[in-house]
């Protein structure tokens, strides 16, 4: 079912990341009892009254150094001006589990425009920050990886990625990493066995069957056509130590509409040992990759025009 409408986090069970509660200021605790409970409840959306509230509400850091009020106010810029500008449409996101899950999607475009919707839309939906693998590049902005890294971003080994699921978070990651962002237009919404998704390694699946998550495929649609990739210089991007240069045919990020759709949790059909065993892995691997290429072709097929589009309600 498609959601264009935000939906109140409230009454969800498991809301936001599980960082600990707000407690009042000594300020918002001389306001009346109702103004109070009130702080504390819209605290949870994702517009002005509620970054609003967080100036009488405290909200201590986690030990990760995640910070949830200014990943909040980031977030409602994104919400009001990227996810505006590719008229965001997310469906069915009821498919995401409480508690833990690993969501696994296919890097597609330039830039992380796909990333940065997402990780919106499951706050804006479903009130839950998630933590989001990156590529060991973020850690060479400076300020910029700070930023990230208050706001979700989390890079490491699968020991890090497991220990988040056990903490019951949701955990986004995209195991073709910015090989998938190097897909020309011509290849677009197709996966290909990049990193993490070929035949050896599979490092997400391992962490899945570990602390015994459900994965939770994610298609993204639009995004390819954002800037039209057309190719690659690896030459430049060494020199620039970068993952790839890209050719576009447009700098400037077209309007194309972005569709996320969320598809049915995949419960693995091993035990958690079965992560030292590489050929259950690759079975698990290629059952998962194969089940996201359907879910994107669908979306795919269902989304009509790319700058003007329509969905097909139908199927």
């Known amino acids: 079912m498609a959601q264009d409408q935000p939906t109140s986090p409230r009454g969800r069970g498991t809301t936001q990341r599980t960082t600990p509660a707000p407690d009042l200021t000594p300020l ?13 409840d819209h605290a949870r959306n994702l517009d002005l009254p509620a970054v609003l509230a967080d100036l009488l509400l405290e909200h201590p850091r986690t030990v990760d ?19 505006r500008y590719f008229r ?10 409480l508690g833990r899950a690993l969501l696994v999607g296919c890097h597609s475009g330039v830039f992380a425009w796909d990333a940065t919707c997402l990780i ?9 920050f998630s933590c989001n693998v990156g590529d060991r590049f ?32 949701l955990v986004l990651c ?27 390694r599979g490092g997400y699946v391992k962490a899945a069957l570990r602390s015994r998550s459900p994965i939770v495929p994610v298609a993204v649609v639009g995004a390819e056509e954002i800037h039209v990739m057309l190719g690659d210089v690896p030459l430049l991007a060494r020199l620039l130590g970068t993952p790839f240069f890209p050719v576009v045919a447009s700098p400037i990020p077209l309007p194309a509409r972005v569709y996320l759709r969320f ?36 979306t795919v097929r269902r989304r009509h025009g790319i700058y003007w589009s ?3 309600e139908r199927g």
Not at 65 to 76: E, H, S
Not at 88 to 97: A, E
Not at 174 to 200: E, H, K, S, V
Request: glycine share 8%.
């Open 88 to 97: 965001l449409r997310v469906l069915d996101i009821g498919n995401v589990p």
């Open 65 to 83: 150094g995640f910070d949830p009020v200014l990943t909040k106010r980031v977030f409602l810029l994104l919400d009001r001006t990227v996810c």
């Open 28 to 40: 918002g605790r001389l306001l009346p009892a109702p103004w109070q409970r009130a702080i504390q």
């Open 120 to 128: 919106v839309a499951l706050y804006r939906h479903i009130g839950r």
């Open 138 to 169: 973020f850690l060479k902005l400076g300020p910029f990886t700070r930023l990230l890294e208050a706001t979700g971003m989390v890079v490491g080994d699968r020991a890090r990625v497991e220990a988040l699921l056990e903490r019951d978070e």
């Open 263 to 298: 598809g049915e949790p995949i419960h693995l059909d091993a035990p958690p040992e079965a992560a030292e065993d590489q050929a259950v892995v690759d079975r698990l691997n290629a059952d998962v990759q194969m089940r996201l290429q359907m879910l994107i072709t669908d």
């Open 174 to 200: 995209f195991p073709g990493g910015p090989d998938d962002m190097r897909r020309p237009i011509w290849r677009r919404y197709t996966l290909a066995a990049n990193r993490g998704l070929r035949p050896g």
């Open 310 to 312: 329509s969905w097909d």
